[in-house]
């Protein structure tokens, strides 16, 4: 039962408020037409008991003043309310030792008094028998001046509170017309709420997002400036970081030449070799921090995209550079797959994927379909593998495992960092996943 009601229960503030309130108004709706139902019933009651005596009190008068022949007649004619027969007989219809008449009942059709309470007093009747009809009803005698008695049986039809064919379509008009209004209203009132919630999505994917609109009601305007304030924050963070590091890049390089220029004089040839080797990687890695703090990919405009193309250019590449492997390349996916992203960020992340499975698994399998979730792009080696609780902690910047990745393969630990910033710039995100056969698989995913 829990489990049926979370799925019905809205996941959106929006909806959960509306459900709420739809549900309280249909409840105030019903309680209130309830209510005015049951009032109504009374007052169908009231009026069936002013018509019963009204009418009772009419036709014993035109029994009174009608000669015994024409009685018959009279009683033909009339037409008295639905539950309610009469007759003019020599005995009375109630007979001594009957219950007597319920005292609701009995003060509803003024019959609690010692006479009842029809008309004006002088016109009354003054000798009148009521009793508890068997099987239900009230039955009612008037004795007449020359001695018959007019004899009434009263069996109401019940009163019925929801009688009205309209009831329904009035409380379901009612219904609809409240939760148009409630859904309209809400959706109004979450509305900056959705938009807060979209420009820290796109913060997300890019630091230079335009600002969000200070405009609506008071707390929507302070909460819009308070988010403009921390993203205008953001990214002056960024813009020092980044020109920290491009001036400590630039001031490196004129050592690092002065370095390699003293090792050129080097008489001993291997610590020559190891000398420069080492200062290769320092400007390797000082050209890959440079880039990664840049982040190139949220300056360049999103177009059009064929990824499946994009992939194969990077595969063939890929084959170009390492022609020892180039059999063990291979893509698996559509001809074409359009979707808009960043051409050289996404060619760059891909690259660094497909690099990354050649070098540490001999070999790059790419594959590329479309998935609920978006587009899946997988690429699989045949290398090791990492270990489990490595997987999440080779994206961290210069994080290199030991053994078959290692420093030795000439990479500088940023190449999964990059992939992913990029990644998630475009929307999407990459994991690791150890292959059940063995080798390791890349899976991105990006929305489309």
């Known amino acids: 039962m829990r489990r049926a009601l979370s799925r019905l229960w809205p996941a959106s503030l929006a909806g959960r408020t509306a459900l709420v309130l739809i549900l309280g108004l249909m409840a105030v709706q019903a309680l209130?037409?309830?209510?005015?139902?049951?009032?109504?019933?009374?007052?169908?009651?009231?009026?069936?008991?002013?018509?019963?005596?009204?009418?009772?009190?009419?036709?014993?008068?035109?029994?009174?003043?009608?000669?015994?022949?024409?009685?018959?007649?009279?009683?033909?004619e009339v037409e008295l309310p639905p539950g309610l027969s009469a007759s003019v007989e020599a005995e009375p219809v109630v007979r001594p030792g009957m219950p007597p008449v319920p005292p609701r009942e009995a003060a509803r059709f003024r019959l609690d008094g010692p006479t009842p309470g029809w008309g004006p007093p002088r016109m009354r009747p003054r000798e009148v028998l009521s009793a508890a009809l068997p099987g239900g009803g009230i039955g009612v005698a008037i004795r007449l001046p020359d001695g018959p008695w007019l004899n009434l049986a009263l069996r109401l039809p019940p009163t019925r509170p929801w009688h009205s064919d309209r009831f329904l379509i009035a409380f379901l008009a009612m219904s609809v017309a409240a939760a148009a209004l409630t859904i309209w209203g809400v959706r109004r009132m979450t509305r900056p709420v959705r938009d807060l919630a979209a420009a820290a999505e796109r913060l997300g994917r890019d630091v230079n997002a335009p600002a969000l609109p200070e405009q609506g009601p008071r707390e929507v305007a302070t909460a819009a400036a308070a988010f403009n304030t921390m993203a205008g924050n953001i990214r002056r963070f960024v813009a020092d970081r980044t020109q920290m590091l491009a001036a400590i890049g630039h001031d490196l390089r004129t050592p690092i030449t002065r370095l390699r220029l003293r090792a050129e004089f080097m008489e001993d040839e291997t610590q020559r070799r190891k000398m420069l080797a080492d200062l290769e990687e320092m400007e390797a890695m000082i050209a890959a921090t440079l880039a990664f703090a840049r982040d190139d990919a949220a300056a360049e405009p999103a177009v059009p995209l064929d990824l499946a193309q994009l992939a194969r250019t990077v595969l063939d590449e890929a084959a170009d550079a390492r022609p020892d492997l180039a059999e063990r390349v291979t893509y698996d996916g559509p001809e074409h797959l359009v979707l808009p992203a960043r051409p050289v960020a996404l060619k760059r992340?891909?690259?660094?994927?497909?690099?990354?499975?050649?070098?540490?698994?001999?070999?790059?399998?790419?594959?590329?379909?479309?998935?609920?979730?978006?587009?899946?792009?997988?690429?699989?080696d045949d290398g090791p593998g990492i270990p489990a609780g490595e997987l999440e902690a080779v994206f961290q910047p210069f994080r290199r495992l030991e053994g078959s990745r290692n420093r030795e393969t000439g990479g500088t630990g940023l190449g999964l960092t990059i992939a992913r910033s990029i990644l998630r710039a475009h929307g999407g995100d990459v994991r690791l996943v150890n292959r059940p056969g063995g080798g390791l698989a890349a899976v991105a995913v990006l929305p489309g």
């Open 32 to 76: 209130g037409l309830t209510i005015h139902a049951f009032d109504r019933l009374e007052l169908q009651r009231i009026v069936q008991a002013r018509e019963v005596t009204g009418r009772t009190f009419f036709l014993w008068r035109a029994m009174v003043n009608a000669s015994p022949e024409r009685r018959a007649a009279i009683l033909a």
């Open 349 to 380: 992340a891909l690259a660094n994927l497909v690099g990354n499975a050649l070098a540490y698994g001999g070999a790059a399998r790419l594959g590329l379909s479309r998935r609920e979730a978006g587009v899946e792009l997988r690429v699989e």
